[in-house]
């Protein structure tokens, strides 16, 4: 398991996130860097739903292509 730089999550505002099989999971609305990180996302139309990704889910962060991918399935997320 790879860790996350607390300063690479609280910079991720407005990344894609996508799931381990690589579907759309929404836009990281809030990043909070506390104890354990983790990233209010909130999904596209028609629901809006937001969920909790916490940095343990997280996979990889690709600063480049403002991309963070997961790896867990979007159905095992928190709804925030």
Same mark, same amino acid.
């Given at each position: 398991? =790879?860790?996350? +730089?607390?300063?690479?999550? &609280? %910079? =991720?505002? %407005?990344? $894609?996130? &996508? +799931?381990?099989? %690589?579907?759309?999971? %929404?836009?990281v609305?809030?990043?909070?860097? +506390?104890g &354990? @990180?983790? $990233?209010? *996302?909130?999904? @596209?139309?028609?629901?809006?739903?937001?969920? !909790? *990704?916490? #940095? #343990?889910?997280?996979?990889? /962060?690709?600063? !480049?292509?403002?991309? /963070? #991918? $997961?790896r867990? +399935?979007?159905?095992? !997320?928190?709804? #925030?």
């Open positions: 398991m =790879t860790s996350v +730089d607390s300063n690479v999550l &609280a %910079g =991720t505002e %407005g990344y $894609l996130v &996508a +799931d381990v099989r %690589g579907r759309v999971v %929404g836009r609305e809030r990043a909070t860097v +506390d &354990a @990180g983790r $990233l209010t *996302v909130r999904g @596209g139309l028609p629901f809006r739903r937001r969920s !909790l *990704v916490l #940095a #343990a889910d997280i996979e990889e /962060i690709d600063q !480049l292509s403002g991309v /963070i #991918a $997961l867990v +399935d979007r159905g095992e !997320l928190r709804s #925030a």
